[in-house]
């Protein structure tokens, strides 16, 4: 089986390496001549061109292209391809993609691989970058199950953990766990960045270790990937933000009036259920 991938970036590429290393023929695509000729020379694709002629050959195609450009770029692929070939996206919003995007192929499959690095780029590129973590399909009525199956059969041996949702309840769910601590974490970067203090801020850059490097790390990660999880999926986003001023509301009124032994018990609360949402990382989830 031929598989292609348009768009080699951290998580294009790496889809391409591991599918590789399961025996299969990846073909990819990208704007950039160099970012092909990286692909090639890392093992992450057989071949791979600025155009799409090389999709011909593709029986599943991962779309792996920034929300912005999903859209034009399945309907710039439809010319190349058979009315069987099963198209997969990568995206981190799906209620917008199964509702602008999907309508335009058949045999579209929403899918959101929740794997990722701070760096990007074909360079970025790892093998096993999926293991353990979660791989969320969400079809929809119209869905082909064939196609479903499909596209499982092949993320399946990436040793993810495959999951079906409804694309809205995805994008609730994303929206606490992934988009709202990317807005979090980059306004604590901002919030830094404000001292108006030099001496004090040089000593807080000097100062920061592995607590402000795990806290800061999605806030400081790729822009466009951050205006993509807010610009397409916006309701859920601001829900969760709101959500969370409401309850930083509340600690600082509580520091504000000495409330210690109800700080205490929201810091123990907090304590006992983070672990609920940790599985994750401790599976080795990136």
Known sequence: MTIGIVGLGLIGGSLGLDLRSLGYRVVGASRKQDTCDRAVAIGAVDAAMTGLDLMR???????????????????????????????????????WVMQAVAPHWPNFVGGHPMAGKAENGIEAAQLGLFKGCAYVLTPNDQTPPAAVQQVEALVRPLQSRIYH?????????????????????????????????????????E??????????????????????????????????????????????????????????SRLQQNHNTRPDFVKCHQLGCG
């Not at 050959?57 to 391809?81: D, G, K, N, R, W």
Request: proline residues 4%; glycine residues 8%; hydrophobic residues 40%.
């Open 57 to 95: 050959q593709a029986e599943v195609i991962f779309i792996c292209t920034p929300l912005a450009t999903m859209e034009s770029t399945v309907l710039e692929l439809i010319p190349h391809i058979s009315s069987d070939t099963v198209l997969t996206d990568v995206g981190s919003v799906k209620g």
């Open 207 to 264: 100062l920061a270790s592995t607590g402000f490097r795990d806290t800061s790390r999605v806030g400081g990660g790729n822009p466009e990937l951050g205006l993509m999880m807010a610009r397409y999926n916006s309701e859920s986003l601001v829900r969760s933000l709101h959500a969370y001023r409401d309850q930083l509301d509340k600690v600082i009124a509580q520091i504000e009036q000495a409330d210690w032994a109800g700080l205490e």
């Open 165 to 205: 949702c409804h694309p809205d309840e995805h994008d609730r769910a994303v929206a606490w766990i992934s988009h709202l601590p990317a807005m979090i974490s980059g306004s604590l970067v901002a919030a830094c960045g404000s001292e108006t203090d030099t001496s004090v801020l040089k000593l807080a850059q």
